[in-house]
């Protein structure tokens, strides 16, 4: 017997998510109206408010669904890879990969829903956390085995990484330009395991 968690949403929720993805590729949240996203559906306009409350809680609810698939590849992607460094490699870029595949998602995320007070109470800001916790334990786990320095503050290094992450492409995604995943995390990785004293690849 199915629970009421895992029980299918109903159609009509379904097909309004669908909609405001679909609507979300070609303009701007602050633009699009709850009719048409209920056109685009093709039911009731008041099932958004019924469903999700209204327009933000509908886009809260497709981030989520986003950001929950997203934490669950790259725990399983983690899983598989030895070495606290390598697994850093690998969490940096399946950030950026997320970016550069999913330019609508990276535009909302960075751009338009943190900006908004409500989405620090919500199950996206949770998700956020639940990530930024993985990322802590991998700098965590380098710092016990000796690959990372245990000298620096690891939520500090946390917040350096994370950053890094979202600066490196955020002009990219302002101004819808192109940018490789491999290439950044290139670019991260060297600033990060390096570091830019240049006294040290001499010592």
Known sequence: ??????????????????????????????????????????????????????????????????????????????????????????????????????????????MEVRSFPGYFGGHCYAQVKRYSNILLAVLEEGMASGEIRTDLPARSLRQVVIGGIEHLCLPEIIFDREFSADTLTEDLCNILYRGIDARGSNR
């Open 1 to 110: 017997m199915r629970t009421q968690e895992t029980r299918p949403h109903p159609p009509g929720r379904v097909k309004l998510a669908n909609a405001l993805r679909e609507l979300l590729r070609d303009r701007e949240f602050d633009a699009i109206t709850t009719s048409e996203i209920a056109r685009t559906a093709g039911v009731n306009e008041a099932l958004i408010y019924r469903y999700f409350g209204d327009k933000r809680g509908l886009l809260h609810q497709i981030l989520s669904e986003f950001l929950d698939g997203y934490i669950s590849g790259i725990e399983k992607e983690l899983g598989g890879i030895e070495g606290s460094l390598n697994r850093l490699r690998r969490l940096i870029w399946y950030h950026l990969h997320m970016f550069e595949s999913h330019r609508v998602f990276a535009k909302l995320f960075l």
